[in-house]
């Protein structure tokens, strides 16, 4: 494993992974309000901003977990990052689902989230398929 190129590209999804949160958030302000909606579920605005750098963590943390996975399959490329990025979406949409199921919120809020997370994985999958090279083989 080529620990150098896996830390890079790690970062660099981490950053790719954000940015494309506060895009979609800034370009789907409806998504958050409809999660307002859901008061007896989400915390409040200000609630959650005392709780981000828990969030933040987690999310860099499951990147950081996503490039070491495909660090070990041994592919390199943006191709084999859009696979990766679209799995770990699929992964993360059914996760959305499991909590349509359990908690008492709206489909258009279920829907939002889980296109938002499939767009956010892929585009953090693409980054890190560009960035990370396995070490050449002697």
Same mark, same amino acid.
């Given at each position: $494993?080529? #620990? ?11 950053v790719?992974?954000?940015? !494309? ?14 999660? +307002?909606?859901? *008061?007896?579920?989400?915390?409040? =605005?200000?609630?959650? $901003?005392?709780? $981000? *750098? ?17 660090a $070990? !399959?041994r +592919? ?19 996760h959305?689902?499991n909590? #349509?199921?359990?908690?008492r919120?709206?489909? =258009? ?10 767009? +956010?994985?892929?585009? !953090? ?6 960035? #990370?090279?396995?070490?050449?083989? *002697?």
């Open positions: $494993m080529n #620990y150098s190129r896996l830390a890079l590209a790690a970062l660099a999804g981490i790719a992974s954000f940015a !494309t949160g506060f895009i979609i958030i800034a370009l789907v302000p409806a998504l958050m309000e409809e999660g +307002q909606k859901y *008061p007896a579920v989400f915390r409040a =605005k200000e609630e959650m $901003m005392s709780f $981000m *750098p828990f969030g933040f963590l987690a999310a860099a943390i499951s990147v950081v977990v996503v490039t070491i996975i495909f $070990m !399959t +592919q390199t490329g943006a191709m084999a990052g859009l696979f990766l990025g679209v799995l770990i979406g699929i992964f993360a949409i059914c959305v689902t909590n #349509y199921v359990n908690f919120v709206g489909g =258009k809020l279920a829907v939002g989230q889980a296109a938002a997370y499939l767009v +956010q994985w892929i585009v !953090t999958g693409i980054v890190i398929g560009l960035i #990370y090279k396995p070490v050449a083989a *002697p």
